[in-house]
Nanobody, 126 residues
Framework: QVQLVQSGGGLVQAGGFLRLSCAAS????????MAWFRQFPGKEREFVAH?????????FYADSVKGRFTISRDNAKNTVYLQMNSLKPADTAVYYC??????????????????WGQGTQVTVSS
């Protein structure tokens, strides 16, 4: 069992930045592929970014955030981060971190993940 606790988020003006954190406990964090999803009102969760569990820590991004968002992990701190720069009002959503043990899938789909954080509201004002 893995517990994911999110922090960060809040209200920011367009063009600003935020950093989300997701702290994991319970198992060997380095064995878990991690991702961030977001959910708009009335919509299903949407892929944002993914980082692999193997040592190279390959990263993948949705086109809508590529070049603006950066996912990273610190295995010593059992934490994954999402640095969000150049934020837009369209980025306003609830953001979730997710984990899957030695995930080998594409990482794009919510159903690939077994554990989820509690969600964090990000609001970008125009």
């Amino acid at each position: 069992q893995v517990q994911l606790v999110q922090s960060g988020g809040g209200l920011v003006q367009a063009g600003g930045f935020l950093r989300l954190s997701c702290a994991a406990s319970g198992r060997t964090f380095s064995n878990y592929a991690m991702a961030w999803f977001r959910q708009f009102p009335g919509k299903e969760r949407e892929f944002v970014a993914h980082i692999t569990w193997w040592s190279s820590g390959d990263t993948f991004y949705a086109d809508s955030v590529k070049g603006r968002f950066t996912i990273s992990r610190d295995n010593a701190k059992n934490t994954v981060y999402l640095q969000m720069n150049s934020l837009k009002p369209a980025d306003t959503a609830v953001y979730y971190c997710a984990a899957v043990y030695k995930g080998g899938g594409s990482g794009w789909n919510a159903y690939e993940y077994d554990y989820w954080g509690q969600g964090t509201q990000v609001t970008v004002s125009s």
